[in-house]
């Protein structure tokens, strides 16, 4: 298992170049069954690393664009009365797939968002009073731009819960900037993209996930850090239950990637800022340099207050 | 049919070191009350220990269960049997050693650790009811951190005994502010059984002198008693420290005479009726003597000096001294003070008719007690006349003086006569044997040749040598045979005056002895005949040939106050007795009354309701301290003994100047340290502290491993294990790094 998860990585490494922590952490949260918000500027690669990932895993796969116009039904799907059938016929919108790409998801009416993250949530969705289970494994994968752009609507915090990890690419560097210029026929790399692993094979690597000890200091660690966001005056929106959850199960992911079958507390470090920090209410890019640079890399940004605020070898 | 399961307990052991240190504790805590225990039970601790260490040594060597059964019951029939001779407290004190000896051969479980710990602390501190001297505490103060030390070389599990002893005397210091708290507001009960005298530890003078007593006693150089003066003192040859008064002489040894012990009966009794109440005595004894001694002129014999704060009455003025005497312990009932003393404000003294002071209870700690000293000639200090018994002995006073077994010596007896016929005149006939003894070639020492049946003839017609009590006794005798009442006085003369603590150190070697004349027309006149024979021991205490003497003859030779010559020893000598007092006068001082007192001045007129609010009040509030202080505590688990492990490995690479970020987790940290490390040692040279990153490195793994890896209970003992040896070889090499300066980044 550990020997795919390393084809996975570096077949998408190759595509999405100079990225390999986000990489990592995008296939963190397809191991932990979380879905993943991607924010950043237009044209730092979103929707390639959301393409590659499905194809990589070899997932059904569709993209759809949120615009303003968007309606429900374009997502789910419509039932249509069939003339030659006398029967009312299901159209199955984008959402029937295994890995679904909403591709600029605050773009469109809240009504088309909250229509897509039931679904995430329910793994199910209900049109006309039938209920349609929707295929598994099952993984959105959204993009959002920054919110200081124009028309968009922003995510309620209830809703960006639901997405496990934010993300954010930020800009190459120097010698990945220069792969991708070189690059020519980028496109038909992506089309040209076999499957690494079979379906049920990343089944079972969930599970294997699902099946990583987690100590009782780590247990506590999580619940000392939930409890400092918690505590903390100024912070409107502490962390969940459901938050805490979301970091165990993608730290079990990162300790699993990285070939161990129980978690450290450096696990939880690293997808602590991408689990938390829009749970955090916080922007996550930095909006005075409106530059799409991370944020998160700087030390004044919350979540990495949280982090330092705590000794994970006695967390409580 | 299943297999009956089989539960192993661990078998509990102590380290080597802490066994060892144990015994060593249990020798000490014992060995301080060796003088207090009966032999039989210190053979018995004694064998206890030995056996002890033989199970140290090889453990096969364990007692059963039942041979310790035995000696314990044994030991506790002989402490019935005992018991009447030892009284409550000492066998008490007997049943506790004895418990605390057998005990060391019973160590199978932690509790049995905490009891014998806990005995040992009983054991230690109760040698304070005998001795409380500075020193003493001093000793006791030091094995109490070590007794502390077993307990944390227990919890620790370190065994480095020096840095224990630090860490205990630190933990010492810390509590001592409670303790100063405590020893002054805390009430003192008065003790649950009667401290008896205890069996041997009488000192100083004793109820009845022979030939040769006083020059024994004179070979001690313990403390008697210390005195402060309010003001002035008086000269030095006026120091007469009166203790007891012997009116009965049987041919070799003076006693109180049966009149005398009567009248302290009466005094001791009378309490209850009221009639003699000491106020009555001292206040009706003070007016009426000032009175009797208006009427008489008594220039003649008066006490010299220059008056300094009077004491005036209808225009005749007598000298008046204050002082606090502070009496060490001695288990005796008299008390010292000059003449004529009257004390203030206790009833635990008296004053008894022939001057003496008198404690009702026997000295069994250290007294302290006021005087004023009027020095005027001393007259009889029985004043109520409603006590017929009393006044019938007050006529019988002289008669009493004048008694002697004439046949045990007759050369004297002869001489008295002759006297008497010679010098019709009293004061001439003094005077005449006073110059007797000055113009014949008597000597002062403390070594003189021995008499036949204490024979005061031999003494003073041949030997012509001896100590003051020679003196004393053969001159009493003397006016007795010559027909003048007289008396025998047994005290201290002089004192050592110390500057720095400003009191006077009254020691066993001032014990002195003279005698007093009744004159009629004045009253008790003293004469001391050892002034006639040594001037030099009056005006300044022991001379160097008789110090020489005494230290010779007490195999002391390196009595401190021999060496007072020589300056900075005397410093360093007055210096330490100072201390001492400073400490026998507020530490030991500090009874049940002054507490009072004191605590009188804090919170007003004192009610037993206020003292009870007070100690429930205190009690309650150090219980709220201590649970707010323990509060956060008490909901934290205690950490797990691989945590403490590795937070000693922290702790050890803070000293070297790396400290752990707080949200670093453990194996960051250890690839931080290295990183550090290599930054901090380019040098290829130090490169073969690289041990120090590699054995931190297994540290961390096996920590981690434990602490977040699903491990069988084996493979956690195992790593266990692993991570102590681990730990002991990271110690070592984090030890050997010497950081050399120019290496700092």
Redesign the interface.
Known sequence: MQESVKAILSQIGSIVIGKPTEIRLALASVLAKGHLLIEDLPGMGKTTLAQVLAKTLGLSYQRTQFTSDLLPADVVGVSIFNQDERCFELHKGPIFNQVVLADEINRASPKTQSALLEAMEEHQVSIDGATYELPSPFFVIATQNPLFHAGTYPLPESQLDRFMMRISLGFPDIEAEKKILLNNNSQNQLSGLRASISTDELIEIQAAVQAVNTSMSIIEYVIALCRVSRKANNNVNPLSPRAGKALLSAAKAWAFMDNRDYVLPEDIQAVFVSVCQHRLGETGLDSNTASGSQAWGSETSGAVQILQQIDPISPL | MAAPELIVTPKFTLPAQLSWLLIFIQVFNVGLLYFELSLWVIAVIVLCLLWRLLVVLDEKYQPSHWTIVIIALAGCVMLLVSSKQLGLLSTMLHLLCLAYGLKTLELKSRKDFYQLSLLGFFVLTSSLIFYQSLYFSFLLSILLIINVTALLMYFTGKTSILTLFKTASKLMMQSLPLAIVLFVVFPKLAPLWHVPAAKSSTTGISNSVKIGDIANLALSDALAFRVEFDNNAPDANQLYWRTLVLESFDGATWEQSLAQKQIKKILLGSNKQRVFTFEDVDSQGANTQVKNNQAKNSQAFSYQGISYQAFSYQGISYQAFNYQVIAEPSFQHWLFALDIAQVDNTRQIMSLPDYTLFSRQVLSQTVSYKVTSYQQPLLDNITNKQETLLNQHLKNNKVRNLEFPAESNPRLTKQGQLLRQEFPDKRQLIQAVLNNYRQKPFRYTLQPPPLINNSLDQFYFETQAGFCEYYASSFTYLMRAAGIPARMVVGYLGGEYNPRGKYYGIYQRDAHAWSEVWLDSIGWVRIDPTAAVHPARVEGGLPNDLLQQQSLLSGNFLSLYRLRQFALINNLRLQFQAIDYQWTRWVIGYTAKNQFKLLSGWFGNLRPYKIALLVAFTFVSIMFLLWLVNRERLK?AP?PVW?VL??QALVLIAKKGLEK????????FSKLFSRWFSERFSDPKEGEFSSVVQSFAIVSKIV?SI????LSEQEHQQALLNLRAEMTNFKQEIKKLKFNKSFKV
Not at chain 2, 661 to 668: L, R, T, V
Not at chain 2, 707 to 710: A, C, N, P, T, V
């Open positions: 934290i950490k945590l590795y937070f970020p707080k949200g670093m987790g453990i194996w960051e981690i602490e977040y890896q699903k």
